[in-house]
């Protein structure tokens, strides 16, 4: 390989052109034939004994030269990488120039390469760390919720309120005929959880077990079934049991059956520490966000698409394997949400932009103030990793990009350095109550 040309074009793309010598060209185009040839028939010739010069004659001269630039491409564009020493972030596009086999071939290729970038102010920046207040209703609200998980359903005797669970049976019917899809046996109803259609759950309350009667309600205008919106329907329900929650008393015994503490106090207290603790995080991640914003906004750089394109891919990857977690496949979302790739991935491309810069802007700083990571905090992440998905150091160190790691270290320890050299003020806020 010899390089012609490396030339910075607009948007973070390069031109590079090499040429790949007659010799070397040739003993690519003879391996080609050797391996290829026999896939060609020719008349008069048993197939895979036609000579390389009647295949070229009847297929085309260029044939086996084509086969030998597919060949040898992988390894001339890499060499041709490493002699200039761009970082490519994106898949070539090669275009032969010329091609013979007395005189080789010239290649060249557009390839997006890694941004230059140009950082403003990334220290004295100014950012306000509000830190809401932790106030008795929240954790009281708490406490109830904990309450609510450890209730049980007994049976209630009498009419059924709202909050309980209505087992009951129903048919529905418009214009007198039933409809398909509104038919339901021993249906366990919590009443008041706006699950079924409006004005059906309240009128189940006031009835008792063993009564049958009428509940008269109209479908939505925005019904998902359109043969239904917007039509009145009657369903015929029988009510066979209800239930009701029975909350445990919060006393002692309470926080002892539900948590490691002896004491209803003590329970409180640790359930405020950790909303505290919560706010805190939370305040500290967002200060963190303002201080990275305005350093990507401050800093120039020219990021090629294909950047974003492989960050709207990792992100995908990211969606589908939750998806999975959930044992749905992202094809049938979609599907569902009747909406097709492109405008899934066109739906991430703003997000995915601002990830791209945020790593740039940091890896610049990183590189601008000589963040390094150590071997002591290298290990330190791998322990962490490692009791994090329950394997042996030694197993996470044979699986992770120990390069890559460090990579993430130093991203992380430049939002430290900025921070550090930031001015943060610190506002306490209370929180209005909810209005009514």
């Known amino acids: 390989m010899k390089l012609i040309k490396n030339e910075k074009l607009e948007k973070s793309m390069q031109e590079l052109q090499f040429s790949i010598d007659a010799e070397t060209l040739s003993a690519a185009a003879d391996k080609a034939f050797k391996r290829e040839g026999k896939k060609y028939a020719v008349p008069g010739f048993r197939k895979g004994k036609a000579p390389r010069k009647t295949i070229e004659k009847m297929y085309g001269e260029d044939l086996f030269l084509m086969d030998a630039i597919n060949d040898l491409f992988p390894y001339e564009y890499e060499a041709a990488i490493n002699e200039t020493g761009i970082v490519v972030v994106g898949n070539p596009e090669p275009e032969i120039l010329s091609m013979s086999a007395a005189e080789g071939a010239v290649l060249k290729v557009l390839v997006a390469v890694k941004p230059e970038v140009v950082l403003g102010e990334y220290t004295g920046l100014k950012a306000t760390r509000k830190v809401n207040t932790i106030d008795e209703e929240q954790v009281e609200a708490e406490i109830s919720r904990m309450q609510m998980r450890n209730a049980r359903m007994v049976t209630r005797e009498g009419a059924a309120q709202l909050g309980d669970t209505a087992d009951i049976d129903f048919e529905g019917f418009i214009?007198?005929?039933?409809?398909?899809?509104?038919?339901?046996?021993?249906?366990?109803l919590e009443l008041g959880s706006g699950s079924f259609i409006p004005g059906f759950e309240e009128q189940i309350v006031g009835h008792s077990a063993g009564e049958e009667f009428d509940v008269n309600v109209t479908f939505p205008v925005e019904y998902h079934a359109d043969e239904l919106a917007d039509k009145p329907a009657v369903f015929k329900v029988k009510l066979h049991e209800v239930k009701a929650r029975e909350l445990p008393e919060l006393d002692d015994e309470f926080a002892k059956d539900v948590s490691e503490f002896d004491t209803l106090d003590k329970l409180r207290a640790s359930i405020r520490k950790g909303l505290e603790d919560v706010e805190t995080q939370q305040?500290?991640?967002?200060?963190?966000?303002?201080?990275?914003?305005?350093?990507?906004?401050?800093?120039q750089a020219e990021i090629p698409q294909a950047m974003v394109e492989t960050a709207i891919d990792e992100i995908i990857r990211d969606f589908g394997y939750r998806l999975s977690q959930q044992g749905l496949k992202l094809d049938d979302y979609l599907k569902y949400m009747g909406e097709d790739m492109a405008a899934f991935r066109g739906s991430f491309a703003e997000r995915a932009e601002k990830q791209v810069k945020i790593r740039l802007a940091l890896e610049a700083v990183a590189a601008k103030e000589n963040i390094v990571v150590s071997d002591e905090e290298f290990e330190a992440e791998v322990k962490r990793i490692a009791e994090q998905y329950k394997m042996e150091v030694e197993q996470v160190k044979s699986v992770v990009d120990a390069e890559a790691v460090k990579h993430d270290l130093a991203i992380n320890k430049a939002i430290d350095f900025i921070k550090s050299k930031a001015e943060i003020t610190t506002e306490t806020v209370t929180e209005e109550p909810a209005a009514e």
């Open 175 to 188: 214009d007198g005929v039933a409809f398909d899809g509104g038919k339901g046996e021993h249906y366990a």
């Open 283 to 299: 305040a500290d991640l967002d200060v963190e966000n303002a201080l990275v914003d305005q350093v990507i906004a401050g800093m």
